[in-house]
């Protein structure tokens, strides 16, 4: 399996304009640049983007493990905060903060949170970030 997705950028530094489009056309020309990356401005940045699909990689990997466990019904509900530090001339990502609030009928604390660490490590966007990767959860029940 293949997906894409494409960015063009216009002007050069600050005063450039970026879009980025996606292979499904979730994402169709939408904006980014300096201000939506380093300020507040209108539009999204990579940053986002990767937060966006750690969030909804964890989650997914999360309900297949629950399900392959045997249970057969939740809810997860998960944000990912990306962490953009300085480094050098530059910048890293050097964290991914995942946090969780689950309701998951039947289970208990401990086997939850055994799920929940496998599901972490295993989803293949924790597999692409070489960064600290935290999960803090809370299980309704």
């Given amino acids: 399996m293949i997906r894409s997705a494409s960015a063009r950028y216009e002007g050069l530094g600050k005063d450039g304009k970026g879009?980025?489009?996606?292979?499904?056309?979730?994402l169709d020309n939408q904006q980014y640049g300096f201000s939506t990356r380093?300020?507040?401005?209108?539009?999204?940045?990579?940053?986002?983007?990767?937060?966006a699909a750690h969030a909804s990689c964890f989650t997914m990997a999360l309900s297949f493990a629950l399900a392959g466990a045997g249970y057969g019904d939740g809810t997860?509900?998960?944000?990912?905060?990306?962490?953009?530090d300085k480094d050098g001339d530059g910048f890293t990502v050097t964290k991914s903060a995942l946090t969780l609030t689950a309701s998951v009928p039947g289970i208990d604390k401990a086997k939850f949170e055994e799920i929940a660490a496998g599901a972490k490590a295993g989803c293949p966007i924790s597999k692409l970030l070489n960064a600290e990767i935290t999960l803090d959860h809370t299980l309704n029940t």
């Avoid at 879009?19 to 979730?26: E, R």
């Avoid at 380093?38 to 937060?51: C, M, Q, R, S, V």
């Fill in 19 to 26: 879009h980025v489009s996606t292979q499904s056309g979730v």
């Fill in 38 to 51: 380093f300020e507040d401005g209108k539009g999204t940045n990579p940053e986002e983007l990767i937060a």
């Fill in 76 to 84: 997860l509900e998960t944000t990912a905060k990306v962490t953009l």
